[in-house]
């Protein structure tokens, strides 16, 4: 209980000092004047001013308040490494423990550094800040981090903490760690297919000096180079960017003796490949209706750079008008077909028969243009099963079907069962009705001996689109010239842009567009596995985090042809998935995770603000085991650690339950005393 006075005046504030003057100055007079009986006036006119004054005794019951202390106990990957999971266990156990011990004092224990994926580094304060939020700032007693020392949040000074007590740091790991390490330290984002970006990379090796390893470097899973460095020593690898989308490059370096980890040998990074123009090469054997929607088509696209040739005057046709007067362009063969043909990434022939015009061993040229990675569009007509068809070639052997004929009647274009599954046909819009809400086409050619199911057929299931591989290129064959009638709208139209476009970019190897494919992407806090596949069944794929856990997962049948699983993408650095045949690769986060960076074990990093705040930090293991330091209540002190103990500081803070009061002038006792003073003035001016 507390006791003690209080006032509450009887009259305004005003008229009570004016009182007091007033009796200061009769009491003055009468002292100086060495009136009689002075002393008892002065008395009484003073008992007179405090019963204005209404003095009240006051009882306050008053409840004490516990202190807390905050133990944040860190969960971050890097606490995975060595022994330090289980030091932190025990210490947590034993600091638990030693802290409930104290009377008066609340443990809270917070967990805090887990990897969610998003977060780089350890972030321990932010998880203190929110552990004592709802505390007041005089009941903290203190906090305890059970870490590594490599947090990535400290506060720059002690005010930013929000309280004034100790922070004391128990220092997991060993003291004499090793580790290296690949470190970035210049990389581009993006880069032009075909060209090189250069990364610049060093390889850092912690409590060793002057060893040397063996760097290893791939793109996509391929090694492209290995050479040999030093610790501290920096490099350089000029990259081929191989292809649009991302190119993972991959810089790993040979293990170190006794290391700490593995996980940060390896560096990696994301560069995503973009294309500066796509080269494209359009021939028109004649004018047509179709002719401008493939032009529409390609000069819709800015990343194209288009060459379009229309054969209006074959050499054959002989009319009698000079040369002079023709305002026609003489189609560069020679240039096109034998000295640049391999600068163009696709070749298209529209409804294009021989006419003399292409010698025969320009043909021979473009069969090994494909072969070599090239790619072939051949959007066939009547043309293509005449005499003078391009099958009639030697263009005939990478062509995927023989012509037989030409069938014309209306029909429906239909997806076959492949191209359901197709990523090129896939999901076109209209294709699930039946009919397929897109207008008819009226002639199509015959072909016979196809080396491949088509992905769509036309009348009576024959085939009306064919895709299909030689050696390192690729070949469609759309064996209709009525495609134009879905880009006018004839009864509704159809899907032809996404058609075109995507045969267009399956032919210039995007990779989205591959029949077989195994990839990753990340959808918020999930990772995605995306099986593309024209098999029935696919195996199941087994991942493996950035610390080298592994996990398999089962896919499930989504869109036909592609199978999806997914789980938490709760780690920042490079994920690898494979089922055996196919591998995909995708990094999390940035390209060097402060997590990962340094895993070394220290309590430099700490020991300036805990030293600040009257803490320490201090390695908890030793040769044995685990021990913590002795913890000591302290009740007022600025050093709260020492030899072998570490302190909390212990708060006075209560809590008002209940008051009472007692008036002094109340009742008869205030009469009496006013009473008494003038009748011993009233005796003494009666001598």
Same mark, same amino acid.
């Given at each position: 209980?507390?006791?003690?006075?209080?006032?509450?005046?009887?009259?305004?504030?005003?008229?009570?000092?004016?009182?007091?003057?007033?009796?200061?100055?009769?009491?003055?007079?009468?002292?100086?004047?060495?009136?009689?009986?002075?002393?008892?006036?002065?008395?009484?006119?003073?008992?007179?001013?405090?019963?204005?004054?209404?003095?009240?005794?006051?009882?306050?019951?008053?409840?004490?308040?516990?202190?807390?202390?905050?133990?944040?106990?860190?969960?971050?990957?890097?606490?995975?490494?060595?022994?330090?999971?289980?030091?932190?266990?025990?210490?947590?156990?034993?600091?638990?423990?030693?802290?409930?011990?104290?009377?008066?004092?609340? /443990?809270?224990?917070?967990?805090? *550094?887990?990897?969610?994926? !998003?977060?780089?580094?350890?972030? &321990?304060? @932010?998880? =203190? %800040?929110?552990?004592?939020?709802?505390?007041?700032?005089?009941?903290?007693?203190?906090?305890?981090?059970?870490?590594?020392?490599?947090?990535?949040?400290?506060?720059?000074?002690?005010?930013?903490?929000?309280?004034?007590?100790?922070?004391?740091?128990?220092?997991?790991?060993?003291?004499?760690?090793?580790?290296?390490?690949?470190?970035?330290?210049?990389?581009?984002?993006?880069?032009?297919?075909?060209?090189?970006?250069?990364?610049?990379?060093?390889?850092?090796?912690?409590?060793?000096?002057?060893?040397?390893?063996?760097?290893?470097?791939?793109?996509?899973?391929?090694?492209?180079?290995?050479?040999?460095?030093?610790?501290?020593?920096?490099?350089?690898?000029? /990259?081929?960017?191989?292809?649009? *989308?991302?190119?993972?490059? !991959?810089?790993?370096?040979?293990? &170190?003796? @006794?290391? =700490? %980890?593995?996980?940060?040998?390896?560096?990696?990074?994301?560069?995503?490949?973009?294309?500066?123009?796509?080269?494209?090469?359009?021939?028109?054997?004649?004018?047509?209706?179709?002719?401008?929607?493939?032009?529409?088509?390609?000069?819709?696209?800015?990343?194209?750079?288009?060459?379009?040739?229309?054969?209006?005057?074959?050499?054959?046709?002989?009319?009698?008008?000079?040369?002079?007067?023709?305002?026609?362009?003489?189609?560069?063969?020679?240039?096109?077909?034998?000295?640049?043909?391999?600068?163009?990434?696709?070749?298209?022939?529209?409804?294009?028969?021989?006419?003399?015009?292409?010698?025969?061993?320009?043909?021979?040229?473009?069969?090994?243009?494909?072969?070599?990675?090239?790619?072939?569009?051949?959007?066939?007509?009547?043309?293509?099963?005449?005499?003078?068809?391009?099958?009639? %070639?030697?263009?005939?052997?990478?062509?995927?079907?023989?012509?037989?004929?030409?069938?014309?009647?209306?029909?429906?274009?239909?997806?076959?069962?492949?191209?359901?599954?197709?990523?090129?046909?896939?999901?076109?819009?209209?294709?699930?009705?039946?009919?397929?809400?897109?207008?008819?086409?009226?002639?199509?050619?015959?072909?016979?001996?196809?080396?491949?199911?088509?992905?769509?057929?036309?009348?009576?299931?024959?085939?009306?689109?064919?895709?299909?591989?030689?050696?390192?290129?690729?070949?469609?064959?759309?064996?209709?010239?009525?495609?134009?009638?879905?880009?006018?709208?004839?009864?509704?139209?159809?899907?032809?842009?996404?058609?075109?476009?995507?045969?267009?970019?399956?032919?210039?190897?995007?990779?989205?567009?591959?029949?077989?494919?195994?990839?990753?992407?990340?959808?918020?806090?999930?990772?995605?596995?995306?099986?593309?596949?024209?098999?029935?069944?696919?195996?199941?794929?087994?991942?493996?985090?950035?610390?080298?856990?592994?996990?398999?997962?089962?896919?499930?049948?989504?869109?036909?042809?592609?199978?999806?699983?997914?789980?938490?993408?709760?780690?920042?650095?490079?994920?690898?998935?494979?089922?055996?045949?196919?591998?995909?690769?995708?990094?999390?986060?940035?390209?060097?995770?402060?997590?990962?960076?340094?895993?070394?074990?220290?309590?430099?990093?700490?020991?300036?603000?805990?030293?600040?705040?009257?803490?320490?930090?201090?390695?908890?293991?030793?040769?044995?085991?685990?021990?913590?330091?002795?913890?000591?209540?302290?009740?007022?002190?600025?050093?709260?650690?020492?030899?072998?103990?570490?302190?909390?500081?212990?708060?006075?803070?209560?809590?008002?339950?209940?008051?009472?009061?007692?008036?002094?002038?109340?009742?008869?006792?205030?009469?009496?005393?006013?009473?008494?003073?003038?009748?011993?003035?009233?005796?003494?001016?009666?001598?």
């Amino acid at each position: 209980m507390n006791y003690g006075i209080a006032f509450t005046p009887l009259v305004p504030s005003i008229v009570l000092w004016l009182a007091i003057g007033a009796i200061v100055v009769i009491a003055a007079l009468l002292l100086l004047g060495r009136s009689r009986g002075a002393w008892v006036r002065v008395a009484a006119l003073a008992l007179i001013a405090l019963a204005l004054a209404n003095p009240q005794f006051t009882r306050e019951d008053r409840e004490p308040l516990t202190s807390v202390a905050a133990v944040v106990v860190d969960k971050s990957p890097s606490q995975n490494f060595g022994d330090r999971s289980k030091q932190t266990a025990q210490a947590q156990e034993a600091l638990v423990d030693a802290l409930k011990k104290i009377k008066g004092l609340e /443990v809270r224990v917070v967990e805090a *550094g887990q990897a969610d994926g !998003e977060t780089d580094g350890t972030h &321990l304060f @932010g998880a =203190l %800040t929110s552990a004592l939020s709802d505390v007041p700032v005089e009941r903290v007693a203190g906090a305890f981090l059970i870490t590594d020392g490599r947090v990535h949040d400290i506060p720059a000074n002690t005010s930013a903490l929000g309280f004034q007590a100790p922070v004391q740091a128990l220092i997991t790991g060993q003291k004499a760690e090793r580790d290296r390490r690949i470190a970035i330290t210049a990389a581009p984002r993006f880069g032009i297919v075909g060209q090189p970006q250069s990364i610049n990379f060093r390889l850092d090796d912690q409590g060793v000096a002057g060893e040397r390893a063996k760097v290893v470097i791939r793109r996509d899973g391929e090694v492209i180079s290995e050479r040999t460095l030093s610790s501290g020593q920096t490099s350089k690898i000029d /990259v081929d960017i191989k292809h649009e *989308g991302p190119n993972i490059v !991959e810089i790993e370096a040979s293990p &170190l003796d @006794g290391e =700490l %980890t593995l996980v940060n040998n390896r560096a990696v990074v994301s560069i995503d490949g973009v294309r500066d123009k796509l080269r494209v090469l359009l021939v028109s054997g004649e004018p047509h209706s179709g002719e401008r929607t493939w032009r529409n088509l390609l000069k819709s696209d800015a990343s194209v750079d288009l060459v379009h040739f229309t054969i209006l005057r074959p050499p054959e046709k002989q009319d009698g008008t000079p040369i002079n007067e023709l305002s026609l362009i003489a189609f560069p063969t020679r240039e096109l077909f034998q000295q640049k043909i391999n600068e163009f990434q696709l070749i298209i022939f529209d409804r294009y028969a021989r006419q003399g015009v292409l010698p025969i061993g320009y043909f021979e040229n473009i069969a090994h243009y494909v072969r070599n990675g090239g790619a072939v569009l051949v959007s066939a007509g009547p043309d293509y099963a005449s005499n003078t068809s391009i099958w009639r %070639t030697p263009l005939d052997s990478v062509l995927p079907a023989e012509p037989v004929g030409v069938t014309e009647k209306p029909f429906y274009a239909h997806l076959s069962d492949i191209g359901k599954r197709h990523p090129v046909t896939r999901g076109l819009e209209g294709a699930d009705a039946e009919p397929p809400h897109w207008s008819r086409f009226f002639r199509t050619v015959d072909t016979r001996n196809a080396i491949n199911p088509p992905v769509m057929t036309g009348p009576d299931g024959k085939p009306l689109l064919l895709l299909s591989r030689f050696g390192e290129g690729r070949v469609a064959l759309l064996l209709s010239d009525h495609i134009w009638l879905w880009a006018r709208g004839y009864e509704g139209g159809g899907p032809h842009l996404d058609l075109l476009r995507r045969m267009s970019h399956w032919l210039m190897k995007q990779p989205d567009l591959d029949e077989e494919a195994l990839r990753l992407k990340v959808q918020g806090h999930d990772l995605v596995v995306i099986r593309q596949t024209m098999a029935d069944t696919v195996s199941p794929v087994t991942v493996t985090s950035p610390s080298g856990a592994t996990r398999e997962l089962t896919l499930s049948q989504g869109e036909p042809g592609e199978w999806r699983a997914t789980m938490p993408a709760n780690e920042l650095g490079l994920w690898q998935a494979t089922d055996g045949t196919l591998k995909a690769l995708i990094n999390v986060g940035p390209t060097n995770p402060k997590e990962f960076s340094e895993v070394t074990s220290t309590t430099e990093t700490l020991k300036p603000l805990t030293q600040a705040t009257g803490g320490d930090a201090k390695r908890i293991a030793d040769g044995s085991g685990v021990e913590i330091p002795r913890i000591v209540p302290v009740h007022s002190s600025t050093m709260f650690s020492g030899d072998g103990w570490m302190g909390v500081r212990m708060r006075d803070a209560s809590v008002v339950k209940g008051v009472g009061v007692l008036p002094m002038f109340a009742g008869l006792i205030g009469l009496l005393l006013l009473l008494g003073a003038f009748a011993a003035t009233w005796l003494r001016e009666g001598r």
